[in-house]
């Protein structure tokens, strides 16, 4: 029996002509996937971010709020300002009360948004002698801050910081990274809790039941 010879060696020049093979360049598969999925993982992000409906069927996002705990008996900095109907807010003569100081200015809708909150607050805790002080921020105009209090029939004294540029001394002293930001103040004058952005009512009584007497 013969033996069976190996097979012949392929010659690529002799190889019928046939459609060229395309060679995509190294790393274009990855790049083109990228091109794909980028654009459908944004979308479903933004459908899963919380969101209501306003009227006329607009989206609006809703606002996530953010709270920062202190650590027991960090001091509240001090604040001796100038008010809008000219007289004087000094935090150290509150002693003994639960204080909530909310940093806000006219032109801030957030801030707006907030104030029938603060309102409803003050009127429901009056009997635990809850003091509101509000801190006007150095980028609006105190008469625009006046007509505004004005209109919202806002009860508690709002100082004046007095800047130079967008932040004055109070708002420097207190860390403040943006408007509003809230903050809760023990009857000792520690500071309990920080609300950095709009208050929810869910979130302001919360954080009122941190400072109010039990």
């Given at each position: 029996m013969a033996?069976a010879?190996?097979?012949?060696?392929?010659?690529?020049?002799t190889?019928?002509?046939?459609?060229?093979r395309r060679?995509?360049?190294?790393?274009r598969?990855?790049?083109?996937a990228?091109?794909?999925?980028?654009?459908?993982c944004l979308?479903?992000?933004l459908l899963?971010?919380?969101?209501?409906?306003?009227?006329?069927?607009?989206?609006?996002l809703s606002p996530v709020?953010t709270?920062?705990?202190y650590?027991?008996?960090?001091?509240?900095?001090?604040l001796r300002?100038?008010?809008?109907d000219?007289?004087?807010v000094?935090?150290?003569?509150l002693r003994?009360r639960?204080?909530v100081?909310?940093?806000?200015?006219?032109?801030c809708?957030?801030?707006?948004?907030?104030?029938?909150?603060l309102?409803?607050?003050?009127a429901?805790?009056r009997?635990?002698?809850?003091?509101?002080?509000g801190?006007?921020?150095?980028s609006?105009r105190?008469?625009?801050?006046r007509s505004?209090v004005r209109r919202?029939g806002?009860?508690?004294?709002?100082?004046?910081d007095?800047?130079p540029?967008?932040?004055g001394p109070?708002?420097t002293?207190y860390?403040v990274?943006?408007?509003p930001?809230?903050?809760?103040?023990?009857?000792?004058g520690?500071?309990?809790?920080?609300?950095?952005?709009?208050?929810?009512?869910?979130?302001?009584e919360?954080?009122?039941?941190a400072i109010?007497?039990?």
């Amino acid at each position: 029996m013969a033996a069976a010879l190996p097979p012949e060696p392929h010659d690529a020049s002799t190889a019928p002509a046939g459609p060229a093979r395309r060679r995509w360049p190294r790393g274009r598969p990855a790049l083109l996937a990228a091109a794909v999925l980028l654009p459908a993982c944004l979308a479903l992000a933004l459908l899963a971010l919380p969101r209501q409906a306003t009227r006329g069927g607009a989206i609006r996002l809703s606002p996530v709020p953010t709270v920062q705990i202190y650590p027991p008996g960090t001091r509240a900095p001090d604040l001796r300002l100038a008010t809008l109907d000219g007289g004087t807010v000094h935090l150290a003569a509150l002693r003994g009360r639960p204080v909530v100081v909310n940093f806000w200015a006219p032109s801030c809708k957030p801030c707006a948004r907030e104030f029938p909150l603060l309102a409803k607050a003050t009127a429901a805790h009056r009997a635990d002698r809850l003091a509101l002080v509000g801190v006007l921020a150095p980028s609006d105009r105190p008469a625009s801050a006046r007509s505004f209090v004005r209109r919202a029939g806002a009860s508690w004294p709002t100082g004046i910081d007095p800047g130079p540029g967008p932040s004055g001394p109070t708002m420097t002293a207190y860390g403040v990274v943006g408007l509003p930001e809230t903050f809760f103040v023990r009857r000792d004058g520690t500071l309990a809790s920080r609300q950095l952005g709009e208050l929810t009512e869910a979130v302001l009584e919360r954080q009122l039941a941190a400072i109010l007497p039990g």
